[in-house]
């Protein structure tokens, strides 16, 4: 499916992080809200995965996870390729 590691992570980065950064702004502006006593708790269903008719509660955490993992993995095969190429011209 993937003939690199760089391929990989660049096909798995944008499905990480669309959730990782709708989880973040989510929370920022969920607390703001919630400082100024407007009510949001929209924003605390989305911020947790329960989009609307969707719930993605249970699975949330654990998808974000996976998704981490595997470019922590992928970034670091690239890394090692990188550091044994660069050794190797020495």
């Not at 100024?36 to 605390?44: S, Y």
């Not at 992928?74 to 020495?90: E, N, P, Y």
């Amino acid at each position: 499916m993937f003939q690199s590691s760089r391929s990989a992570h660049r096909a798995i980065v944008p499905i990480a992080a669309l959730p990782l950064m709708l989880t973040a702004i989510t929370g920022v502006i969920f607390s703001i809200l919630e400082q100024k006593e407007i009510e949001a708790d929209w924003l605390l269903q989305i911020h947790s995965g329960h989009f609307g008719p969707i719930n993605l509660q249970p699975y949330y955490a654990y998808v974000l996870g996976f998704c981490l993992l595997l470019l922590i993995i992928t970034g670091l095969m690239m890394w090692f390729r990188t550091r044994r190429r660069s050794r190797a011209k020495d």
